[in-house]
């Protein structure tokens, strides 16, 4: 593999408002980076990045026809699934298994609501087909459908006029030569229809998740192949000489070739971006552990990274659909700067979960809105400037914004809540206590508490809000990146290609003492390396983790336990029975030593460099700049002056004691009473609350 350095690498991030990209461009003493906005373009999301990437490059001072590497972030594959507009599939499974995804888990989605419906239907019944393929458990073919049957599904399949099938056999995970051949033998009777094989997508038991993957897999296929193709014709067009990657849900990217066979993996790329941005800001600040905060517009996503690594699950959900891919652990939570403040049916002042969005907006956006919004609070109460929102290229209205708010003062039924002031008040603690519920939640199912971690804010609103929210978790320490709203698009630059591998162990899972697992991690490590090998020329820096899904012998569960190279190396049984035990004591405090352990999953994730991107050091300029301006805000029930400071004056050493309101271009970054600000030698900000 090559390690020659491209002329440029290109982070972008495509966003329902702006399209945002950071350039890094390599110099003799280490490079420089570069970030632009771009109006996005909802009808067409590649158009913006055609548009922006040119535009970015002329800032940059690079050529429009230097060779370069783009990664680029898209929720095309998300919004597809989300909204239910995927291409209309048909599935293909083992005879007397048609109902699969009928029956599902055969659980409520809650078991204190009974009016709750089952997920929703991805595929209706009469476009499942049954065919005579049998698998045994043990992975071994048992009968295989003849030619005439398949001529007969082939047949219905071509009068639907469907652009995709899913195939999907029961037993499949273990080997799957049988499906794979079914899967082929369908393909030469309908050239030009995608073909999905679920065991090439995930092989792991449980055939109801593997049928969905299969099938969601199938339905994206199509559009996510004319949006990749599009692209490559306008950057084309636009006389752009660039190796394309996509970013992917585990936190990495991968080529073009596997993100139109694997569009799956794209799913929650966004998310997954902005931690890997953090887990670089926190490093180069010698942070291990961060809670990541990214708040925008309608949600708010948090993560925790713990030894400078992110947190990652093999389960997650996609509306109400699971989905056992590899992806970067993200809780969401419903508030965030569009939230919409309202009034319920008893008269209880409520946040979200319905959003202003983009269009039309806060309030205070003057675009038609008239309900109030969190970000209306910020404007309302003095957090933030609206002659400087966005750099001051979009002026907000506060007279429209305290109109909304007036409106519910109105209408309030306490009387601490006359005042919209006050109301904004109490609508900025109601989000902030949803989302330290949603923080210690997710960090309680991990065995963790919010005290010992620092709080990494990004998103337009999320530097905005995370004095709040760290006061009211304890936790003590905030480190704010210089560059919050583009931080998405600077994850997408930082990311490894990377890709997992999986394979369940069957029947051999019950006894772990022959060794079954260690020649699994050795065939997936295998498969690793050929895909490698075949994702580009620049990739160096090549690297194997290795885990274990692993659980008592009766448990209804799994904990995926990861697996050193010493333990893997050594095929020790006796290290990979006390790395379980550990674990489980660390999340439910007791091990069972005479209990049998039981491997259900061997995983190994590859991932190797694209380019080597150094974060930049601060600039010198002077350290003791005053403060910009002072104004008054309101919070807690008092008013306060709070001095007002322009992060571009403001040198690495500086510090800032709160009460303070410190301004950037792209956020605002509000210093409590009580908390210290000091700039470092990155230009990140870090704010710290002095122990009593």
Request: proline share 5%.
């Amino acid at each position: 593999m090559s390690q020659d350095q491209p002329a440029f690498v290109a982070g972008i991030d495509v966003g329902g408002t702006f399209t945002d990209f950071v350039l890094f461009r390599p110099t003799a003493d280490g490079g420089v980076f570069t970030h632009h906005k771009e109006p996005s373009t909802p009808s067409d999301p590649a158009r913006a990045v055609a548009d922006g990437l040119p535009a970015a490059m002329a800032l940059a001072g690079i050529a429009r026809d230097a060779a370069g590497v783009v990664l680029h972030g898209t929720t095309i594959a998300l919004n597809t699934i989300l909204q239910d507009k995927g291409a209309p599939v048909a599935l293909i499974t083992s005879r007397g298994n048609r109902d699969v995804l009928e029956i599902g888990r055969a659980r409520m989605p809650s078991s204190f609501n009974f009016a709750l419906g089952k997920e929703r239907r991805v595929v209706p019944r009469d476009r499942v087909l049954e065919c005579g393929t049998r698998i045994g458990p043990n992975g071994v073919a048992l009968a295989r459908a003849s030619d005439v049957e398949l001529d007969e599904i082939a047949a219905r399949i071509r009068g639907w006029q469907l652009p995709a099938v899913a195939v999907m056999l029961l037993n499949s995970y273990v080997d799957k030569t049988a499906e794979v051949d079914v899967a082929a033998r369908l393909s030469a009777r309908l050239p030009g229809t995608h073909m999905v094989a679920s065991a090439e997508i995930w092989p792991e038991i449980r055939e109801y998740e593997r049928a969905l993957v299969a099938v969601l897999n199938a339905q994206i296929t199509p559009l996510m192949d004319s949006y990749l193709r599009g692209l490559e014709t306008l950057l084309r067009r636009a006389g752009i000489k660039a190796t394309v990657f996509i970013t992917a849900s585990n936190g990495g990217v991968l080529s073009l070739a596997t993100a139109r066979t694997r569009p799956i993996d794209t799913i929650l790329s966004g998310p997954a971006t902005g931690v890997t941005a953090a887990v670089a800001i926190a490093g180069a600040a010698n942070v291990e552990r961060i809670v990541s905060f990214d708040m925008g517009g309608t949600s708010t996503d948090i993560s925790m990274v713990r030894r400078g690594v992110p947190e990652f699950t093999n389960q997650t959900s996609v509306g109400d659909l699971p989905v056992i891919l590899p992806s970067v652990d993200v809780s969401a939570i419903g508030a965030g700067g569009g939230s919409i403040v309202h009034l319920d049916a008893q008269g209880l002042l409520k946040v979200g979960p319905e959003s202003a969005g983009a269009a039309p907006g806060p309030a205070a956006y003057g675009r038609g809105g008239t309900r109030p919004t969190i970000t209306d609070c910020y404007l309302v109460n003095g957090w933030i400037d609206p002659d400087h929102f966005l750099g001051g290229r979009m002026r907000l209205d506060r007279a429209k914004a305290h109109a909304a708010l007036a409106a519910l003062a109105r209408d309030a039924r306490h009387a601490e809540l006359k005042e919209p002031e006050a109301v904004a008040d109490a609508a900025l603690r109601i989000a902030t206590t949803r989302m330290a519920t949603g923080l210690t939640r997710h960090l309680a199912q991990k065995g963790e508490d919010a005290h010992s971690f620092t709080l990494l804010p990004f998103g337009g609103a999320g530097p905005t809000h995370a004095g709040f929210l760290a006061t009211e978790t304890g936790i003590a320490r905030i480190l704010v990146p210089r560059a919050a709203s583009t931080f998405c698009a600077l994850g997408a630059l930082l990311a490894r290609v990377k890709r997992a591998y999986a394979a369940s162990l069957g029947a051999d899972r019950r006894d772990l003492a022959k060794g079954h697992v260690w020649p699994l991690f050795e065939t997936l490590e295998t498969q690793a390396r050929q895909w490698i090998a075949q994702e580009g020329q620049l990739l160096s820096q090549l690297a194997f983790a290795h885990s274990a899904d692993m659980r008592y012998r009766g448990q209804a569960f799994d904990i995926e336990v990861a697996i050193p190279r010493a333990v893997s190396d050594a095929r020790s049984a006796a290290g990979l029975y006390e790395l379980f035990h550990a674990e489980h004591e660390r999340l439910y405090g007791f091990r069972e030593e005479r209990g049998v352990v039981e491997v259900v999953t061997a995983r190994v994730t590859v991932s190797a460099e694209v380019c080597k991107v150094p974060l930049r050091r601060a600039q010198a300029k002077q350290r003791g700049a005053p403060p910009h301006s002072a104004r008054e805000v309101y919070h807690d029930g008092k008013r306060i002056t709070y001095a007002v400071y322009q992060r571009a004056d403001l040198a690495a050493g500086a510090r800032i004691e709160g009460p303070a309101i410190i301004e950037q271009s792209d956020t605002t970054i509000p210093v409590l009473p009580g908390w210290q600000a000091t700039v470092d030698a990155f230009d990140n900000l870090m704010m710290e609350r002095p122990k009593p």
